[in-house]
Structures are given as C-alpha cells and as structure tokens.
C-alpha cells in the first residue's frame, strides 16, 4: 500500500534513536528500502517524533553533510548490533567510528537561571547533531540493558528492537509482520505434515 508523499514509509518506528536510525532500512515484498537513500528521505527522518525530541534545537537541515553524518553513524551502528546480535564485543573499527562521531559533540552542565542543572549539548557543526545523538543513545542502551537490543528473529528482516517487555521475551519486530507471518508458515507446515 502506498504512502503519502512525505509521510514516514518504515514498518517499524518508535524505537529509541540509535535504532530508529538503524530502521531507516528494511525490506519488504518489493525488495529492500533505504531511507536515508535522499535528502527528501532525510527530511522525514529529522521530522520523526524520537529525532525531534533528541535533536531539538540541534535539528539541522536535511542536507548532504547531515546525510553523510548519518549513514557513517548508521554503518557503526549495525556492526556493533551485529556483534551484539552475536554476544561477541564490537568490531574495533565500529568502536573506533562511533567513538570518533562522539567526539564531534559533548554535553556541557551549567547551572539553570532558575538554579537547577541542566545538561547543553554542543557539536562541532548542527551537521553532526543527529548522527551523535544517536550515537549517545546507543552508550545509554548498551550502558542500561544491551541485552535488550536485538534484531527481529525473522532471519530475511533486517530491523532492529530495544525490548522492553516484561520478561525480556520479544522477538519479532512487529507482531503484525515478522510474527504473523513466522506463525502462518508454522501452521502450513502443520498442516502440510498431517496432510501428507
């Protein structure tokens, strides 16, 4: 089903930064899709409510070097998923790279006008705003339960999830999808085995 022009086209949205960042990728019956493919790709990603809450007045404009930030971000992210996926420790140059997208920004505390600390996030260039605060949520998940981040159990998706259920169960991205789709080829094969 198509969706409206400029409308957010991705299945799977709502997951915290780092791995929405990661979802800007998936695959469907038509093939395999990339959002951040464009700058028009870009400008929906930025207005998405999870990078409008973390960017705030960093947001940039959809342009090449914001883009180009982002996908050097995003190829860390998804080798050190990968290695999470794993449970093997991150690739050296993955670590290097998002350590190295960390260090164009920081977080400088002050001391409010209202006398209450508050906590400024600074960058080397607006460009550079998305890419490390995805970057920055990735260390508060692995820092918080990185054994909650985990890629759907459907092995031709590529979509990743932070899984806060309960009991730490979770393993399709969308039930809706992935687990309705692995519970009807369960149920085939079923039949298809009593039948025969």
């Known amino acids: 089903m198509p969706h409206p022009v400029g409308a957010d086209p991705r ?8 791995l929405d960042l990661l ?3 998936w695959m469907d ?3 395999p899709h990339d959002l951040l493919e464009s700058p028009d790709g870009l400008a929906i990603w930025l207005g998405s409510p999870p990078v409008r809450e973390q960017t705030g007045a960093l947001a940039p404009a959809a342009d090449r070097a914001t883009l180009d930030r982002l996908m050097e971000t995003r190829t860390a992210l998804e080798a050190l998923a990968s290695a999470a996926a794993l449970d093997e420790p991150g690739a050296a140059g993955a670590t290097a790279a998002l350590n190295a997208i ?8 002050a001391l409010g006008a209202d006398g ?4 400024l996030v600074e960058v080397d260039d607006p460009s550079w705003g998305p890419a490390w605060y ?3 949520n990735w260390l508060k998940l692995v820092a918080d339960r990185p054994d909650r981040i985990r890629p759907c159990a459907n092995d031709a998706c590529v979509l990743h999830f932070y899984d806060v259920s309960k009991n730490g169960t979770r393993r399709w991205c969308s039930m809706a999808g992935c687990g309705n789709r692995a519970k009807a080829q369960r149920h085939y094969a079923r039949r298809t085995n009593a039948g025969g």
Request: net charge neutral; hydrophobic share 35%.
């Open 11 to 18: 299945p799977l949205t709502g997951e915290p930064l780092a």
């Open 23 to 25: 979802n800007t990728r």
């Open 29 to 31: 019956a038509e093939g």
């Open 102 to 109: 960390l260090a164009h920004g920081r977080i400088r505390r």
């Open 116 to 119: 209450l600390p508050e906590s």
């Open 134 to 136: 995805a970057a920055d």
